[in-house]
T-cell receptor, first 114, second 118 residues
Framework: KNQVEQSPQSLIILEGKNCTLQCNYTVSPFSNLRWYKQDTGRGPVSLTIMTFSENTKSNGRYTATLDADTKQSSLHITASQLSDSASYICVVSIGDTGFQKLVFGTGTRLLVSP | DTEVTQTPKHLVMGMTNKKSLKCEQHMGHRAMYWYKQKAKKPPELMFVYSYEKLSINESVPSRFSPECPNSSLLNLHLHALQPEDSALYLC?????????????????FGSGTQLSVL
């Protein structure tokens, strides 16, 4: 069964601190893995996309890692800001059809506190 | 223009009403998607259109009727909805897969329509 699990479910950190969110997946056939940020009541916004051959990808203060052997990914947020408060969703794309078939994780809800 | 525009942003409707959600993109994307998202849950795929043809219907009840009139527009027609259909409805679009590489497979989401069925 195709599945994406994320931990922790929720997280509270102080402004300026770093944090790491985890994602484990069992998806076949694997195409790529993405991290999205979603503010409440808004659509998700893409942060990073990685194929199986990529280990790390950065987007500003966000750095994603991928270990295709262990099927694990992480999203590291550096020097957190209040605006980082959101849900972070790990999404794995499967198959090779002409459109994208995605398996969504349940997300990590991050609250950055002043 | 790297936006997917959804209207309306909010919609309240009764169970006997007929309404439509609209989605528009001008990025040349030929795959368009409808997702339904309940609070604190991940988005659930409803429909996929690929080159204006319905490619996936994830066993969605017939009270939801999608329509793709052209490559830029995607509609979701709603009729006789139930209160449990209240959710955030997200439209998304993407380039066709395969030849462009993963970096270009970004799925662009709209801001969603928050639907309440009374």
């Amino acid at each position: 069964k195709n599945q994406v699990e994320q931990s922790p479910q929720s997280l509270i950190i102080l402004e300026g601190k770093n944090c790491t969110l985890q994602c484990n997946y069992t998806v076949s056939p694997f195409s790529n893995l993405r991290w999205y940020k979603q503010d409440t009541g808004r659509g998700p916004v893409s942060l990073t996309i990685m194929t199986f051959s990529e280990n790390t990808k950065s987007n500003g203060r966000y750095t994603a890692t991928l270990d295709a052997d262990t099927k694990q990914s992480s999203l590291h947020i550096t020097a957190s800001q209040l605006s980082d408060s959101a849900s972070y969703i790990c999404v794995v794309s499967i198959g090779d059809t002409g459109f994208q078939k995605l398996v969504f994780g349940t997300g990590t809800r991050l609250l950055v506190s002043p | 223009d790297t936006e997917v525009t959804q209207t309306p942003k909010h919609l309240v409707m009764g169970m006997t009403n007929k309404k439509s959600l609209k989605c528009e993109q001008h990025m040349g994307h030929r795959a368009m998607y409808w997702y339904k998202q309940k609070a604190k849950k991940p988005p659930e795929l409803m429909f996929v259109y690929s080159y204006e043809k319905l490619s996936i219907n994830e066993s969605v009840p017939s009270r939801f009727s999608p329509e793709c009139p052209n490559s830029s527009l995607l509609n979701l027609h709603l009729h006789a909805l139930q209160p449990e259909d209240s959710a955030l409805y997200l439209c998304a679009s993407s380039l066709p897969r395969g030849k462009m590489g993963a970096a270009n497979e970004k799925l662009f989401f709209g801001s969603g329509t928050q639907l309440s069925v009374l």
